[in-house]
């Protein structure tokens, strides 16, 4: 199965910025989306980010003119920029990547990574 693994969390201070990779592992044949989803401490998990394989990307309020997705079929993996961090900001980071693999046949897949921790504080 397709494996997720996110990092690139920590503690910023607000104003600073993170760069959150998202790295996919098996035998993927294409990525058709990426999604980035955060969830604070008591609160709902919530969208942030998302990118199509043909480029295309959406965010939410919140993260238009501050984040940025990025990422690509042939690289395997994702990223999220974060740029003017707020401590709003603090939550854990979760990438989810759909696409097709193939392990004897072919297959879609639905991962999530078990999320990378950001914290916004001075």
């Known amino acids: 199965q397709v494996q997720l693994v996110e990092s690139g969390g920590g503690l910023v201070q607000p104003g600073g910025s993170l760069r959150l990779s998202c790295a996919a592992f098996g035998n993927i044949q294409r990525i058709s989306e990426m999604h980035w989803y955060r969830q604070g401490p008591g609160m709902q998990r919530e969208w942030v980010a998302s990118m199509t394989s043909g480029g295309s990307t959406n965010y939410a309020d919140f993260a238009k003119g501050r984040f940025a997705i990025s990422g690509g079929n042939p690289e395997k993996s994702g990223y999220l920029q974060m740029n003017s961090l707020k401590p709003e900001d603090t939550a854990v980071y979760s990438c989810?990547?759909?696409?097709?693999?193939?392990?004897?046949?072919?297959?879609?897949?639905?991962?999530w990574g078990q999320g990378t921790q950001v914290t916004v504080s001075s």
């Open positions: 989810n990547v759909q696409g097709i693999e193939y392990s004897g046949h072919y297959r879609p897949f639905n991962s």
